[in-house]
């Protein structure tokens, strides 16, 4: 079995969870003996439309082609990265969409597959052109749609087009979470039956890491400060605004405790400027992007993960928090609650309730014990190998 | 020829409202939920006696009217009483009635239903005496047979309960304890003189408490003639069959539609028209047989969960520190003397409390999920701990205050 698979971002070229989704059910992929053809988009020093980087697993090939389509980018941050007049790139963000769909007819006439499997709006065209050129299956994978993005704000018509476009012609929807699944029958009128959901995993492996704790977060511990932490992107969606009001509650109980926030994001000026204003500046920690043993660090660290996010499909940050023993508050509707019971869960405009639950958390360490001590254990159960044989599953019904 | 021994527990906790870190230090009404949900104890109660309480004693009533020889006893929890007394008098007085015809008992426990005999002698003993006391306030009765919270049983248990002057206790029939003999007779326990011990019959009390109305079950639907002819099928081999089991299992556990209710209707008659069969409360099965052997629990055994043990309640750190907190506060508390501090103190050592925040199989949606009115285990803790937290703000205020007063009056006594 090959697949050929169309995506936004790659580790370690990835900004956020769909390339750490996209590793970790390539390679649960490549344990069950798939070959896969990973397609990426991706602004590249050399002057050349696509070139292939082998894996020393050889059942993974990623195939990169030069294009500006970064992922989480907006029409308006395309025209920014594209600069002025810049000569090979394509005029907006909608023509480079089509010209990554177009140059995918070249892949998908001169390579050998069975499926095509694409993430995401951004590849969905690709997968379009891809299944005409050869007209093999085609999976669409939803990890999150336009009104995830924007939330109660308008949605981009173009994006939403493509989105429904890519559903209709794909043979399996596979969509992240039952979250998903209804906003995907609700909002895009796919048939249910049409429809899988396939959760997420983790691969704890990764994670076991023993890593060293920041020399300047180790000071504020050995001071006997505690450490909450928001890993995410610093945007609408993610609640970042949230997470400033509630550390605001916190600070009036528990005043020996430090904010992190692990990410960037179009709305970290706002965010910055905002624990200016409650002056709050000394008690946060902005770390900006980080990833691998960088974000190990901040994890191992952290006393309490907090995602309140304001919609959140799936969300693969809590289980990595976790697999450091880090106990986690979520929000309730978050898809990754629908695998995750071990955790604490809010309303994420509930600010009272976040504070009342992260207190607790930081004055009873029984509690804190008590839920990573079962997460861990529930984790196990929610892996990417689940996750893959569901898709071969799919494949194999096409 | 078997005797056929029936026990319901009655018990509703004071469940605690979502009390939050907010509520700390400004709201003393732990337990007034008001809401539509299922923290509201008059609520819940209300909506218990309407499905279970009310209609079973009102079928009761008229099978003990119908059948000279039918028996059943019953232990109440004070808390409960305390509710239905608030909240639904005339809950009281239907079970008033049944006591009336001199046909059913009533067991002692503790009065919070709770898990003191683990942690405190002397509130355990209180506790024993304030529900005698309620006991025969309410129904002009003094209980002689003791069975404690949840059944949790041990040799200790057994020489405290003798200590008090019981007769019998009641304990659970578990394969552990019993190894290869049979549930069907009274035990002495070691180190007892004279105090016998009741075992449930956990098979045939388990075949209505939990699998009636499982269809699933090869023996669905259970019918009064089938279950009534099991029994039968003791004969010759056992003094008393106990079926032991909690009253909801009529119309809560078990919904009306299963056909309980009838099942309930039919069996007595089913029972004593088969040769033999016959009715004892648990007083009358301690004077009428002896001990056939010496049953030696050094570990607690319970009802609860498949375990049968205390992990139920102590199974992880958070209900481990609930518990020594709580427990920690006794001589704080009884040194205040202040009655609702007290009352509310006691409220809380309800085992359910602990229960809520058990983490077993809790991701698997088991019973303890069913039985769980707080979103999790996590959010049972949270609540409680918070709770614990303003009691222990009042006890530093009483504590001022009674500084302050002595402080004032001291200058006044000098005078003298």
């Given at each position: 079995?090959?697949?050929?698979?169309?995506?936004?971002?790659?580790?370690?070229?990835n900004s956020g969870g769909?390339?750490t989704?996209?590793?970790?059910?390539?390679?649960?992929?490549?344990?069950?003996?798939?070959?896969?053809?990973?397609?990426?988009?991706?602004?590249?020093?050399?002057?050349?439309?696509?070139?292939?980087?082998?894996?020393?697993?050889?059942?993974?090939?990623?195939?990169?082609?030069?294009?500006?389509?970064?992922?989480?980018?907006?029409?308006?941050?395309?025209?920014?990265?594209?600069?002025?007049?810049?000569?090979?790139?394509?005029?907006?963000?909608?023509?480079?969409?089509?010209?990554?769909?177009?140059?995918?007819?070249?892949?998908?006439?001169?390579?050998?597959?069975?499926?095509?499997?694409?993430?995401?709006?951004?590849?969905?065209?690709?997968?379009?052109?891809?299944?005409?050129?050869?007209?093999?299956?085609?999976?669409?994978?939803?990890?999150?749609?336009?009104?995830?993005?924007?939330?109660?704000?308008?949605?981009?018509?173009?994006?939403?087009?493509?989105?429904?476009?890519?559903?209709?012609?794909?043979?399996?929807?596979?969509?992240?979470?039952?979250?998903?699944?209804?906003?995907?029958?609700?909002?895009?009128?796919?048939?249910?039956?049409?429809?899988?959901?396939?959760?997420?995993?983790v691969d704890e492996?990764d994670y076991l890491k023993e890593t060293a704790t920041p020399e300047v977060v180790k000071r504020l511990k050995d001071e006997g400060n505690s450490i909450v932490l928001f890993v995410g992107r610093i945007t609408l969606q993610k609640g970042p605004d949230y997470f400033v009001r509630v550390a605001e509650r916190i600070l009036e109980f528990e005043p020996n405790v430090y904010f992190v926030i692990a990410g960037s994001g179009?709305m970290e000026g706002k965010i910055i400027e905002e624990v200016a204003r409650l002056r709050l500046t000394d008690r946060f920690i902005f770390t900006g992007f980080l990833r691998g043993d960088d974000l190990h660090k901040v994890y191992r660290a952290a006393d309490v993960y907090i995602m309140p996010s304001v919609?959140e499909?799936f969300g693969i940050a809590p289980l990595e928090a976790i697999t450091h023993g880090v106990p986690t508050l979520i929000s309730r509707?978050a898809?990754v609650a629908?695998?995750l019971t071990h955790t604490l869960r809010v309303d994420f405009w509930d600010i009272d309730e976040m504070a009342n639950k992260v207190v607790a958390l930081l004055r009873h360490p029984e509690l804190r014990k008590t839920l990573c001590l079962h997460a861990r254990e529930e984790l196990?159960?929610i892996?990417?190998?689940?996750?893959?044989?569901?898709?071969?599953?799919?494949?194999?019904?096409? | 020829?078997?005797?056929?021994?029936?026990?319901?527990?009655?018990?509703?906790?004071?469940?605690?409202?979502?009390?939050r870190l907010f509520?700390i230090?400004?709201?003393?009404?732990?337990?007034?939920?008001?809401?539509?949900?299922?923290?509201?104890?008059?609520?819940?109660?209300?909506?218990?006696?309407?499905?279970?309480?009310?209609?079973?004693?009102?079928?009761?009533?008229?099978?003990?009217?119908?059948?000279?020889?039918?028996?059943?006893?019953?232990?109440?929890?004070?808390?409960?009483?305390?509710?239905?007394?608030?909240?639904?008098?005339?809950?009281?007085?239907?079970?008033?009635?049944?006591?009336?015809?001199?046909?059913?008992?009533?067991?002692?426990?503790?009065?919070?239903?709770?898990?003191?005999?683990?942690?405190?002698?002397?509130?355990?003993?209180?506790?024993?005496?304030?529900?005698?006391?309620?006991?025969?306030?309410?129904?002009?009765?003094?209980?002689?047979?003791?069975?404690?919270?949840?059944?949790?049983?041990?040799?200790?248990?057994?020489?405290?309960?003798?200590?008090?002057?019981?007769?019998?206790?009641?304990?659970?029939?578990?394969?552990?304890?019993?190894?290869?003999?049979?549930?069907?007779?009274?035990?002495?326990?070691?180190?007892?003189?004279?105090?016998?011990?009741?075992?449930?019959?956990?098979?045939?009390?388990?075949?209505?408490?939990?699998?009636?109305?499982?269809?699933?079950?090869?023996?669905?639907?259970?019918?009064?003639?089938?279950?009534?002819?099991?029994?039968?099928?003791?004969?010759?081999?056992?003094?008393?069959?106990?079926?032991?089991?909690?009253?909801?299992?009529?119309?809560?556990?078990?919904?009306?539609?299963?056909?309980?209710?009838?099942?309930?209707?039919?069996?007595?008659?089913?029972?004593?028209?088969?040769?033999?069969?016959?009715?004892?409360?648990?007083?009358?099965?301690?004077?009428?047989?002896?001990?056939?052997?010496?049953?030696?629990?050094?570990?607690?055994?319970?009802?609860?969960?498949?375990?049968?043990?205390?992990?139920?309640?102590?199974?992880n750190e958070m209900?481990?520190k609930?518990?020594?907190?709580?427990?920690?506060?006794?001589?704080?508390?009884?040194?205040?003397?202040?009655?609702?501090?007290?009352?509310?103190?006691?409220?809380?050592?309800?085992?359910?409390?602990?229960?809520?925040?058990?983490?077993?199989?809790?991701?698997?949606?088991?019973?303890?999920?069913?039985?769980?009115?707080?979103?999790s285990?996590y959010d049972?803790f949270i609540?409680?701990m918070n709770?614990?937290h303003?009691?222990?703000?009042?006890?530093?205020?009483?504590?001022?205050?009674?500084?302050?007063?002595?402080?004032?009056?001291?200058?006044?006594?000098?005078?003298?």
């Open positions: 079995m090959r697949v050929l698979m169309f995506g936004w971002e790659f580790p370690p070229f769909l390339g989704a996209c590793l970790g059910l390539t390679r649960a992929l490549a344990r069950l003996g798939v070959d896969v053809l990973f397609v990426l988009p991706k602004k590249l020093a050399l002057d050349v439309d696509h070139c292939k980087i082998l894996f020393a697993d050889p059942s993974l090939t990623l195939l990169s082609f030069n294009s500006l389509l970064v992922p989480y980018i907006s029409a308006e941050e395309y025209v920014q990265l594209r600069g002025k007049g810049a000569g090979r790139w394509s005029h907006s963000l909608q023509e480079e969409v089509v010209r990554y769909a177009l140059l995918s007819r070249d892949i998908a006439r001169n390579e050998h597959f069975d499926v095509i499997h694409a993430h995401d709006w951004l590849s969905f065209m690709a997968g379009i052109e891809a299944k005409r050129v050869s007209g093999k299956p085609l999976v669409v994978h939803v990890h999150a749609t336009e009104f995830d993005r924007v939330g109660p704000g308008p949605i981009s018509q173009f994006v939403y087009e493509v989105e429904r476009r890519g559903m209709d012609e794909a043979d399996w929807v596979i969509a992240v979470s039952e979250f998903t699944k209804r906003i995907i029958v609700d909002r895009y009128r796919v048939p249910e039956r049409k429809i899988q959901v396939v959760h997420n995993g492996s179009d919609s499909p509707e898809g629908e695998v196990k159960r892996n990417w190998n689940e996750a893959a044989k569901k898709c071969v599953m799919l494949y194999n019904e096409l | 020829m078997p005797a056929v021994c029936f026990y319901f527990q009655v018990h509703q906790p004071m469940r605690i409202k979502h009390y509520d230090g400004v709201d003393r009404d732990y337990f007034g939920e008001r809401g539509e949900g299922n923290l509201n104890n008059e609520r819940v109660l209300r909506k218990v006696a309407n499905k279970c309480y009310l209609p079973a004693n009102r079928l009761l009533l008229s099978l003990l009217h119908r059948h000279p020889e039918f028996k059943v006893s019953f232990s109440l929890s004070g808390v409960f009483l305390d509710a239905a007394r608030q909240y639904l008098p005339e809950l009281i007085f239907s079970f008033q009635q049944l006591v009336e015809t001199g046909r059913v008992e009533l067991l002692a426990e503790t009065y919070y239903h709770s898990l003191s005999f683990l942690y405190s002698t002397d509130e355990f003993r209180q506790q024993v005496e304030k529900h005698r006391r309620l006991i025969e306030e309410l129904f002009g009765v003094k209980p002689r047979v003791f069975r404690n919270t949840e059944l949790i049983y041990n040799n200790e248990i057994a020489r405290e309960a003798e200590s008090l002057g019981f007769e019998a206790l009641l304990a659970e029939g578990a394969d552990h304890i019993l190894e290869w003999r049979s549930p069907n007779f009274l035990y002495r326990p070691v180190g007892g003189r004279a105090i016998k011990i009741l075992l449930k019959n956990y098979r045939l009390s388990d075949d209505l408490a939990f699998r009636f109305g499982e269809r699933s079950w090869k023996e669905y639907p259970l019918t009064a003639s089938k279950f009534a002819e099991w029994l039968t099928g003791h004969n010759g081999s056992s003094d008393v069959i106990n079926l032991f089991m909690d009253y909801e299992t009529f119309g809560e556990h078990q919904w009306e539609e299963t056909g309980i209710f009838e099942f309930l209707v039919a069996l007595p008659g089913e029972l004593l028209s088969r040769r033999d069969n016959f009715f004892v409360t648990p007083g009358e099965a301690a004077a009428r047989w002896e001990p056939v052997g010496e049953l030696d629990v050094p570990h607690y055994v319970s009802w609860a969960d498949i375990e049968r043990d205390l992990s139920a309640w102590q199974s209900q481990r609930a518990l020594e907190s709580l427990y920690a506060l006794e001589g704080a508390v009884l040194a205040r003397q202040d009655l609702a501090l007290l009352e509310d103190w006691r409220r809380l050592q309800t085992s359910d409390h602990f229960y809520y925040m058990c983490t077993k199989w809790f991701a698997d949606g088991d019973v303890h999920k069913y039985f769980n009115p707080y979103e285990p049972a609540s409680y709770v614990l303003d009691m222990r703000l009042r006890l530093r205020e009483a504590e001022r205050r009674d500084e302050h007063h002595i402080a004032i009056k001291r200058p006044a006594a000098e005078r003298q």
